[in-house]
């Protein structure tokens, strides 16, 4: 208890999971954030999915959530659609107290968003490099606030999360998403590690983090694995009903 937080790294909002009788796409995607409140979560950062309807209709989704929050580190806050004035629709970082650890999160998107999805009006902060001055601020705020362990959640893709793991200093773990890996391994850069679960509920992710003390991760103590979800596991009937 008070020692596990479910993650996602992003692409909610997308495809025929959105299909409604009655074309109200606005309603679907508020829905879908609320059936994966009750479902569990506790931290998410938007992906380019997220804004295939357009930023009005992501921040309707985002609207009202109370357990579960996005963390999302390189969208500039004000003066959009997706206006985020007083952190009402997300947090730029969080820092949560979890089995005796305090851990920081920081959340990032793909600059690939501008070309792929509807963006909208929507700016990221640092416009020429959209990721890395918005990570290195990031961590340097969750340092200052006491984050013994740094978790970056981003929906770049491996590619780029091995590039942020060189060219970003602080960070413990990536959380990753966009590209669809599955890592039964996780992959080193430093000492960042690199964990992503694959797409589309083919597995659960399970990363366990050790802290040092003075702070930082006991890379030797903490492990990662993917478990596959087969037909077996019992669905939660509540859940079940919501989503027929």
Not at 11 to 34: E, I, P, Y
Not at 217 to 235: C, F, H, P, Y
Request: charged share 20%; net charge positive; with cysteine.
């Amino acid at each position: 208890p008070g020692a596990v937080l479910l993650l996602s790294a992003g692409d909610v909002l997308q495809g025929r999971f959105m299909s409604r009788s009655d074309k109200n796409r606005r309603q679907a995607a508020r829905d879908t954030m609320r059936l994966y409140e009750r479902a569990g979560y506790d931290l998410g950062v938007v992906g380019n999915h997220e804004f295939d309807a357009g930023p009005a209709v992501l921040a309707h989704a985002l609207e009202g959530l109370r357990s579960y929050q996005f963390v999302v580190s390189n969208l500039k806050p004000t003066g959009t659609t997706l206006d985020n004035s007083g952190q009402r629709l997300y947090r730029r970082t969080v820092v949560r107290s979890c089995g005796g650890l305090k851990v920081g999160f920081l959340g990032l998107l793909t600059p690939s968003t501008r070309n792929i999805s509807n963006f909208g009006d929507t700016r990221f902060s640092h416009p020429k490099d959209p990721v890395y001055p918005a990570a290195r601020i990031a961590v340097a705020e969750l340092r200052q606030n006491g984050a013994d362990v740094i978790v970056a959640l981003t929906h770049l893709g491996l590619k780029y999360d091995l590039k942020l793991a060189k060219e970003v200093a602080g960070i413990d773990v990536i959380v990753g998403g966009h590209s669809h890996t599955l890592l039964k391994r996780w992959r080193t850069v430093g000492t960042t590690h690199i964990v992503q679960g694959g797409e589309r509920f083919g597995h659960l992710g399970h990363l366990e983090l050790v802290g040092k003390s003075g702070g930082g991760l006991d890379a030797n103590r903490s492990t990662w694995k993917v478990v596959a979800i087969g037909s077996e596991m019992v669905s939660d009937p509540p859940i079940r009903q919501r989503v027929n």
